[in-house]
């Protein structure tokens, strides 16, 4: 599926806005502000198919955008939600593919190569699932602490912890001095 802006815009939600003072957004307004950084959190969070999947997450914006109702803040936290519910999807059904695989002894899958600095990669790595979670929700995403302790359904002071140790792991792994993060 091709997202890139047509050459005309056709605006998916009705002209002037149902309620007063609510915003109107259109599909191609919303993908070009979000796309970019949408499929770096897709590649940074481990997305096999990072492309496919942003493909996936616009589908879902397409169908959502004329029920939605909020400023830009909401519509970039609703629009990584979907990201992120995606991810999870593709977490998910890898992880099941893998189940299979192994039971029926078949070669391992190998991951594309990565676009990203190696480095980082392996760094990325080495933290636990949960430590890279919100570390890409928080500074691939750009969301804020809330929103990422409200989409991963723990305490902001979890996600604080989490953030702080990843952070840390990440200066070590990396080689940077002063490894203590803030």
């Known amino acids: 599926m091709n997202l890139a802006p047509a050459t005309t815009t056709a605006t998916l939600v009705p ?30 969070a481990g997305a096999a198919d990072s492309e496919d999947l942003l493909s996936e997450v616009f589908v879902d914006v397409l169908r959502g955008l004329e029920r939605f109702e909020g400023d830009e803040d909401a519509l970039r936290r609703w629009v990584f ?39 980082l990669v392996a760094a990325l790595d080495a933290l636990t699932p949960d430590q ?19 989409m991963t359904n723990r305490p902001e002071g979890a996600v604080k912890s989490l953030q702080h140790r990843a952070l840390r792991n990440l200066a070590t792994a990396l080689g940077i001095a002063g490894g203590d993060a803030s």
Not at 15 to 42: C, I, M, Q, T
Not at 132 to 150: C, I, N, P, Q, Y
């Open 81 to 119: 939600t979907i990201a992120h519910h995606r991810l999870v999807d593709e977490h998910r059904r890898r992880t099941r593919r893998l189940r299979l695989l192994r039971t029926q002894n078949q070669l391992r899958v190998v991951p594309p190569d990565e676009p990203l600095d190696p480095a």
């Open 15 to 44: 002209d002037p806005p149902a309620a007063p003072g609510a915003s109107v957004w259109s599909v191609e307004d919303v993908f070009r502000r979000y796309a970019g950084r949408v499929r770096n959190y897709l590649r940074t």
């Open 132 to 150: 890279r979670e919100v570390v890409v929700l928080r500074f691939v995403a750009d969301l804020s602490l809330e929103t990422v302790a409200a």
